[in-house]
T-cell receptor
Framework: GAVVSQHPSWVICKSGTSVKIECRSL??????MFWYRQFPKQSLMLMAT?????????EQGVEKDKFLINHASLTLSTLTVTSAHPEDSSFYICSADLSPNYGYTFGSGTRLTVV | AQSVTQLDSHVSVSEGTPVLLRCNYSSSYSPSLFWYVQHPNKGLQLLLKYTSAATLVKGINGFEAEFKKSETSFHLTKPSAHMSDAAEYFCVVRWFGNDMRFGAGTRLTVKP
């Protein structure tokens, strides 16, 4: 079946540094990928839609300059949290759209802790 | 407006007893409906989906869900809970294109 690989699964970084999270579709091409943020005991919040070869579409309230998204190929999207602060600590999940009737395939998530 | 509501934030059952996780949606259109499961610090795994075929949908791990248009519901059930079923469950509704809405989630606890 369709697999989305997300890396790293967890990362700890210092305040002020940047962290890159990768999301790869392993056996299919994904022109569109999605990035979510999930706070403890809450549902997923869509941050942005990543489009291959074009600019990402950000949801209202999400800082474009803080959460940089790059979708340079049909199998890879990256999310870079720039100048991270403790309030950016969260669980980040990516997904790819296999087909309208299939739903999304999700990565395994990345636990970011900023100290 | 389109929305999805999971009626219970937490459900607790004993091992071997039935599971019922409730989901209702509001929509003027017939959506595609999904149930996902999330174990701690993991991504979401698709349990089952409804896409306008049979209204009773069977998924993985013994779960099934029935689409009831008249009630705008898509409740998830399992005849006998297993300890490994303890997790967070999300009902997800998809309308046109990329418009997917997540329910708030239901945490399932299974007691021995």
């Amino acid at each position: 079946g369709a697999v989305v690989s997300q890396h790293p699964s967890w990362v700890i970084c210092k305040s002020g540094t940047s962290v890159k999270i990768e999301c790869r579709s392993l056996d299919f091409q994904a022109t569109t990928m999605f990035w979510y943020r999930q706070f403890p005991k809450q549902s997923l919040m869509l941050m942005a839609t990543s489009n291959e070869g074009s600019k990402a579409t950000y949801e209202q309230g999400v800082e474009k300059d803080k959460f940089l998204i790059n979708h340079a190929s049909l199998t890879l999207s990256t999310l870079t949290v720039t100048s991270a602060h403790p309030e950016d600590s969260s669980f980040y999940i990516c997904s790819a759209d296999l087909s309208p009737n299939y739903g999304y395939t999700f990565g395994s998530g990345t636990r970011l802790t900023v100290v | 407006a389109q929305s999805v509501t999971q009626l219970d934030s937490h459900v607790s059952v004993s091992e071997g007893t039935p599971v019922l996780l409730r989901c209702n949606y509001s929509s003027s259109y017939s959506p595609s409906l999904f149930w996902y499961v999330q174990h701690p610090n993991k991504g979401l795994q698709l349990l089952l989906k409804y896409t306008s075929a049979a209204t009773l949908v069977k998924g993985i791990n013994g779960f099934e869900a029935e689409f009831k248009k008249s009630e705008t519901s898509f409740h998830l059930t399992k005849p006998s809970a297993h300890m490994s079923d303890a997790a967070e469950y999300f009902c997800v509704v998809r309308w046109f294109g990329n418009d997917m809405r997540f329910g708030a989630g239901t945490r399932l606890t299974v007691k021995p």
